[in-house]
């Protein structure tokens, strides 16, 4: 089984004939398989006996999202190397499938992963990755066509999900189930009642056009896809995910157990420069757009300035305040917000929401898996407490209260 390194193009249009979606369902489903899983594991061994100690690279994988601003600034702003690492040029995958295959290879070994993949990763495919700090909170929304005005619209149509196991999948389910609709997956020309919404797995990157071509009625992603279809015209922001589960962590920083074994000298580095990266983005968030913009010499992400600056800026989200998208202007937030630490509350959380969240494959796992045990087992936080030590503790993230918290779902 071959792992491209890097896609070969990012779709611009929704008549796209790459046929990857299913085909990535699929392929991340037959992990589940040790047969499948084997060829993979192969290819991680081999390329952990090339190196030694700390001398391994930092080999990061990434999707063309803001939620990878943590490791890209890291990588733009030599971090790394600020730690006495090596680095190698960022990969961006097209895909989360394609992601998590190179991930299990060993291609790349730093990852933004979605936090509920990495729950189906260690439990669903055993695959020992663990999760040592969040990468970012909130930054997604539900974005719809002009023409909808409310959650309960979305009734006998279809919306896009990234993948069944992200945040963007429960929150959305959420939302329909507070307003009476029953969240179906069917061929797209399957028939639907009035209060079924029908829900695909699309890649960020087909969406703006899925939605621009009414191929689909609305989707839930990350931004800044969201931010693209404002100004596009061709999509508003109908609910931020952060404005229905606070503060919640979408991408979390995410390596193999493996290396935390072997390597913890070069894990507290790798932490050490992801947890200074946010640091400096929240107080750069100018600076943080034009870095990841697609004229930056990095060339990190294809978006324009306009609309990374759009999703990074705190004063825009004040707009969303005042015209009443945002419904919990009390919680204070920002459309996209960084602070590290993975509190056990929200990894318990996040196990009780999938358990009543549709998803495609065999999720007997979540049946059995104990929420509280997953919070320890899943997240090994020695790292990035260290880390948020060393610049300052919690309250240089804007956060009070220490090291706990009780998770809020408007």
């Not at 084997?38 to 803001?66: C, E, H």
Request: charged letters at 25%.
């Amino acid at each position: 089984m071959s792992v491209p390194d890097r896609p070969t193009h990012i779709c611009a249009s929704s008549a796209c004939n790459c046929h990857l979606t299913r085909r990535d369902v699929l392929r991340l489903g037959a992990l589940s398989a040790a047969a499948a899983m084997a060829p993979l594991l192969k290819m991680r061994d081999a390329r952990a006996q090339s190196f030694k100690g700390d001398d391994q690279p930092v080999r990061i994988g990434y999707l063309p999202i803001t939620d990878a601003a943590t490791l890209l600034v890291a990588h733009g702003r030599k971090l790394y190397e600020a730690e006495g690492l090596r680095t190698e040029p960022p990969r961006l995958f097209r895909s989360w499938a394609q992601l998590v295959e190179a991930f299990i290879a060993g291609q790349v070994n730093v990852i933004h992963m979605l936090s509920p993949a990495t729950l189906w990763l260690r439990y669903g495919s055993k695959f020992p990755a663990k999760v040592v700090a969040w990468n970012h909170m909130s930054g997604s929304a539900l974005t719809v066509r002009p023409d909808i005005d409310a959650v309960s619209d979305l009734g006998g149509k279809v919306v896009a999900i990234p993948f069944w196991y992200s945040v963007h999948n429960v929150v959305l389910q959420r939302l329909l189930r507070e307003n009476s609709l029953e969240p179906v997956s069917r061929p797209r020309d399957g028939g639907l009642k009035d209060n079924e919404v029908n829900l695909i797995v699309l890649p960020p990157a087909e969406m703006v056009s899925a939605a621009a071509n009414k191929g689909i009625a609305g989707f839930i992603v990350a931004d800044p896809f969201n931010a693209a279809a404002e100004s596009l015209g061709v999509g508003k922001v109908l609910r931020f995910t952060g404005d229905v589960w606070k503060d919640h962590a979408c991408c979390v920083l995410t390596l193999a157990e493996q290396d935390i074994a072997q390597r913890p000298e070069w894990v507290q580095r790798v932490t050490n420069a992801a947890v200074k990266a946010q640091l400096w983005i929240r107080g750069n968030e100018s600076e943080t757009a034009q870095l990841l913009a697609r004229d930056a010499p990095g060339k990190y992400t294809p978006h324009n300035l306009q609309v990374l600056d759009k999703v990074l800026s705190s004063a825009d989200y004040r707009n969303y305040e005042a015209s009443g998208v945002v419904r919990h202007k009390d919680w204070g937030q920002r459309r996209i917000d960084f602070q590290p630490y993975p509190f056990p509350s929200y990894t318990e959380e996040l196990v009780r929401s999938l358990r009543l969240t549709r998803v495609e494959g065999n999720a007997e796992f979540l049946q059995e898996l104990d929420p509280a045990f997953a919070a320890r087992d899943l997240v090994d936080d020695r790292y990035v407490r260290r880390a948020i030590e060393d610049v300052g503790g919690l309250e240089a993230f804007g956060v009070r209260g220490g090291w706990t918290r009780s998770e809020v779902l408007g």
